[in-house]
Nanobody, 119 residues
Framework: QVQLVESGGGLVQAGGSLTLSCVAS???????????MGWYRQAPGKQREMVAT???????TYKDSEKGRFTISRDNAKKMVALQMDSLEAEDTGIYYC??????????WGQGTQVTVSS
């Protein structure tokens, strides 16, 4: 099965930066078959929401509040997707999950990494 492992979360002050990384692995992994990779955030009492996504060929999309502050990237050779987060705000606090979706609709999820932004 496909496994996604996130890293890079932590506690930062407002205005600071963090870089999250997600590495895919698995004995039968075909990373190119995962058409869309993305980062999704869930805060207590709130629904999970999309933060940023990137396709296999590098087309990106962002949540409006994150556009200009966050940058998503994908390295197919390294089977990795990253999220560079700058100018962090308290509202950015939450558990960030790495997710992938194949063209056939199969979904894969990591266990999440905690991001806490203090004011």
């Amino acid at each position: 099965q496909v496994q996604l492992v996130e890293s890079g979360g932590g506690l930062v002050q407002a205005g600071g930066s963090l870089t999250l990384s997600c590495v895919a692995s698995g004995s039968d992994l075909n990373f190119n078959a995962i058409d869309v990779m993305g980062w999704y955030r869930q805060a207590p009492g709130k629904q999970r929401e999309m933060v940023a996504t990137i396709t296999r060929r590098g087309r990106t999309t962002y949540k409006d509040s994150e556009k200009g502050r966050f940058t998503i990237s994908r390295d197919n050779a390294k089977k990795m997707v990253a999220l560079q987060m700058d100018s962090l705000e308290a509202e950015d606090t939450g558990i960030y999950y790495c997710g992938g979706k194949s063209a056939k609709g199969y979904e894969y999820w990591g266990q999440g990494t905690q991001v806490t932004v203090s004011s």
